[in-house]
T-cell receptor, first 112, second 113 residues
């Protein structure tokens, strides 16, 4: 069974801190890995997508890496802001019919 | 460009009632999905349609049926709603080309009493 695990489940940091969110998956035969943000009561917004042939992707203060051999991805957020407070989910696409499997998310709180 | 549109956004049902959640995408995507999201459980795949004319079960299909009406539309039906189906439902669409990003609707909040 393909599983995706996110650690920690919750994280609280002071504003301005750099932080790393972790995602691990059990099957290295992935098609791509995607990071999402979800605000309370809202849908999912795609942040970064890393193809299986790539090692990392960057967008502004966000950087996501992918290590297929160890089955890990990290989302690095630089200089965190209160507006970054949200739940961050990673999802692995792979297997037959390119199914997408989600982790349970990390709830991030950035304190002013 | 509306992306993925779900209706209704909120619904309260009585146990045993039936209803259909509607989903439409305007991005010409081949694949469409229905997920449910519950506290502590993350997003779980109910059904998906890899292409027009095909549907397949996901992790938690019991109590649901789907119809891929055409390439744009993918509906989810609860034939006899149960309190365990109280959840937030998300429709999504994707295609292997065009950037590979999956797009989600805004969600449908369903309460079964």
């Amino acid at each position: 069974k393909q599983e995706v695990t996110q650690i920690p489940a919750a994280l609280s940091v002071p504003e301005g801190e750099n932080l790393v969110l972790n995602c691990s998956f059990t099957d290295s035969a992935i098609y791509n890995l995607q990071w999402f943000r979800q605000d309370p009561g809202k849908g999912l917004t795609s942040l970064l997508l890393i193809q299986s042939s790539q090692r990392e992707q960057t967008s502004g203060r966000l950087n996501a890496s992918l290590d297929k051999s160890s089955g890990r991805s990290t989302l690095y957020i630089a200089a965190s802001q209160p507006g970054d407070s949200a739940t961050y989910l990673c999802a692995r696409r792979g297997g037959s019919n390119y199914k997408l499997t989600f982790g349970k998310g990390t709830l991030l709180t950035v304190n002013p | 460009n509306a992306g993925v549109t779900q209706t209704p956004k909120f619904q309260v049902l009585k146990t045993g009632q039936s209803m259909t959640l509607q989903c439409a995408q305007d991005m010409n995507h081949n694949s469409m999905y229905w997920y449910r999201q519950d506290p502590g459980m993350g997003l779980r795949l109910i059904y998906y349609s890899a292409s027009e004319g095909t549907t397949d079960k996901g992790e938690v299909p019991n109590g649901y049926n789907v119809s891929r009406l055409n390439k744009r539309e993918f509906s989810l039906r609860l034939e006899s709603a149960a309190p365990s189906q109280t959840s937030v439902y998300f429709c999504a669409s994707w295609t292997p080309s065009g950037g590979n990003t999956i797009y989600f609707g805004e969600g449908s909040w369903l309460t079964v009493v």
